[in-house]
């Protein structure tokens, strides 16, 4: 079997990357870290659109008034009923399992999940080995004092660490997330998709250190903002066709095949996703319980998705001053605020889009999109422990604490679950040009990375450190499509991704 590093520097491989360097010049980022990704971190206010949008949203909406109209109503009916629910369980609202009970999950949490679009899976590796990789992860950042990050820092720009590779190839891991990503389905079961070979994604980690509150990252949702109105985003994949149409409840986050088309990244963001994530996740590295820095999401999913989508089509007919967007925080709260009576869809759609600015992520607040009521029903993730892996849906609302208020540190490994398709196999080949050159990865803030870190793990070690699944799923090495028991839609894209890779000719 051929090295690595040979497998790299093949012929297959240089011609690739000869015909992608031009795109991927043209398409890399600037540098920045976290705080560029989301316009409430950068300073920046929001604040109307482009006229364009104004336009777009007309499009999106027109001859289906009144069933949007209709279909409004009874969302916010719907959210009347379940946020008492949601506030209710609190923690208790999010399914959790063993790693070890995964091949026989429950149905209790099989509906919670699909219903929730969040999950804790406990023990995907041991407390001592999670423990070892944060340990190892500070010497690492000790010996390159250079190294880049935000607020003190605490989100660092790290990538190609040595406990970052470990932990994406680790057999568990990519176990797990083939577990989470088989709750998607293709209505076409010729789909170029496969869940059950997972790809690896760098993103950056986290060490939230004890009464930060400066890390207070909002309400908000990855994979792009504009981009879900935009018919040259989401629109491209039809996804939420059901809700411009005006039947919200027949909307599907789960089937994938609409997703394959979409364009997250139309702007080019720092840290904007454009590889399809079926779920954004990290790895705990600490013990850390609500209120110590950790996560808080909303457990809507498919009804929350279709507000914040539906939001910037009524404004309220009282409780603000004249062509304002919000109202105060004790008028929001009001019941008469939120009566579905005091909330119109406007005659001429404007060019407003509540929490969306090209370029960045999708931000909510409970003064823009008030029947969420986010101060109530944004709920903590349970107590997680080292080895424990916390994993959403992409379209699910999740924040920050605003303050940790533990003793110790809040410490994750960001790894989504992300499924083979071309896409994102042409994701891989710029990710590995990124890998190999020590630079920062694709989706996220340009610059010289890691290139010149002491300690950082080369081409040649890749193969010695990571199983061979694990290597394949960094785009090293050819994926089998021969073997026995694959689906007509995963042959092919198999195949797709040796091509993509440059591993056929």
Not at 271 to 281: D, H, K, L, P, Y
Not at 354 to 379: D, N
């Amino acid at each position: 079997m051929l090295s690595i590093a040979r497998t790299i520097r093949s012929p297959a491989i240089r011609r690739l990357h000869h015909t992608r360097t031009a795109a991927t010049q043209a398409t890399s980022k600037r540098a920045g870290d976290i705080s560029d990704a989301f316009t409430s971190l950068s300073g920046q206010r929001f604040s109307p659109l482009a006229a364009e949008y104004a336009d777009l949203k007309t499009r999106l909406i027109r001859g289906n008034e009144d069933a949007i109209r209709l279909s409004w109503e009874r969302l916010l009916q719907d959210l009347r009923e379940e946020i008492p629910l949601i506030v209710e369980k609190g923690s208790k609202v999010i399914p959790e399992i063993d790693f070890k009970d995964i091949d026989n999950a429950p149905e209790e949490f099989n509906e919670a999940l699909r219903k929730r679009g969040v999950a804790v899976v406990r023990g995907v590796v041991s407390e001592e080995e999670a423990l070892g990789w944060k340990e190892s992860l500070r010497e690492y950042i000790k010996a390159n004092p250079q190294t880049k990050g935000m607020q003190n820092p605490q989100v660092f720009e790290l990538y190609w660490s040595r406990a970052q590779l470990l932990a994406r190839g680790h057999p568990n891991m990519l176990r797990v997330q083939r577990f989470l990503m088989s709750y998607w389905h293709a209505t076409n079961p010729h789909t170029p998709i496969s869940t059950r070979h997972p790809i690896s994604y760098a993103d950056r980690l986290r060490m939230r250190l004890p009464g930060d509150s400066r890390f207070a990252l909002g309400p908000h949702v990855d994979g792009g903002s504009v981009e879900r109105w935009d018919e040259n985003g989401y629109g491209l994949g039809r996804i939420y066709d059901s809700v411009w149409k005006g039947c919200w409840e027949a909307f599907d986050p789960w089937e994938s095949s609409c997703r394959l088309p979409v364009v997250s990244d139309l702007h080019n963001g720092v840290g904007a996703c454009s590889a399809f994530r079926m779920f954004q996740g990290w790895l705990s590295l600490s013990t850390t319980g609500p209120g110590e820095g950790t996560l808080l999401v909303n457990p809507l999913l498919a009804k929350a998705t279709a507000y914040y989508l539906l939001r910037p089509f009524f404004s309220p007919v009282s409780g603000v001053a004249p062509g304002a967007q919000t109202a105060s925080e004790a008028v929001t709260n009001t019941q008469a605020f939120l009566n579905v009576e005091n909330w119109k869809m406007d005659e001429q759609p404007s060019s407003w889009i509540q929490g969306a600015t090209p370029g960045h992520g999708q931000e909510l607040s409970h003064l823009l999109h008030p029947h969420l009521q986010l101060q109530k029903c944004m709920i903590h993730i349970p107590t997680v422990r080292p080895g424990d892996y916390v994993a959403w849906h992409c379209d699910t609302i999740h924040a920050v604490d605003k303050t940790h208020a533990g003793t110790a540190d809040s410490s994750v490994l960001y790894i989504p679950a992300c499924p083979l398709t071309e896409d994102n196999a042409r994701y891989l080949v710029r990710q590995r040009e990124k890998f190999v050159r020590g630079e920062p990865s694709p989706d996220f803030g340009g610059g010289v990375g890691e290139s010149g870190h002491v300690g950082r793990v080369g081409v040649e070690e890749v193969e010695g450190l990571l199983g061979e699944e694990g290597v394949r799923a960094m785009g090293l090495r050819e994926w089998d499509s021969g073997v026995e028991g694959l689906g007509t839609g995963e042959r092919v894209v198999l195949d797709l991704g040796n091509k993509v890779e440059g591993f056929y000719g």
